[in-house]
């Protein structure tokens, strides 16, 4: 992906359109964190979120806020450990923080995306 050819407002619909995917994602390895299929997904997914993120730089803030966040849970599982539920929801609401500020901007408050 040339991230380079799309207008701020398709790169921000397509980074909100990305976070709900990784959220759903998260949400079932929440419920099964040993499954190495669905964790490589998630890295995929976290990999194309970086280069949607990284180039809208007025959404840095949040962004981070959203790297931090996984950072815990990446280091909680490389330890073999669950990951408090404290950690994942102050994932998840990095990831909700983000993907609002992304709808706010383009005029989507409304949009539910699935």
Known sequence: MHIKEFSTRVVMFKLAAA??????????????????ALFRRL??????????????????????????????????LRRGCVPSHADLQEHLKAIDALRKRCLRSIGAQSVVLT
């Not at 990784?22 to 499954?35: G, V």
């Not at 806020?65 to 950072?71: D, F, P, Q």
């Open 19 to 36: 976070l709900e995917k990784y959220e759903m994602d998260l949400r079932r390895l929440a419920r099964a964190w040993r499954d190495a």
């Open 43 to 76: 890295q995929d997914e976290f990999c194309e979120l970086r280069m949607l993120g990284a180039s809208v730089p007025r959404l840095s803030v949040a962004w981070v806020a959203v790297l931090v966040s996984r950072t815990r849970l990446v280091q909680a």
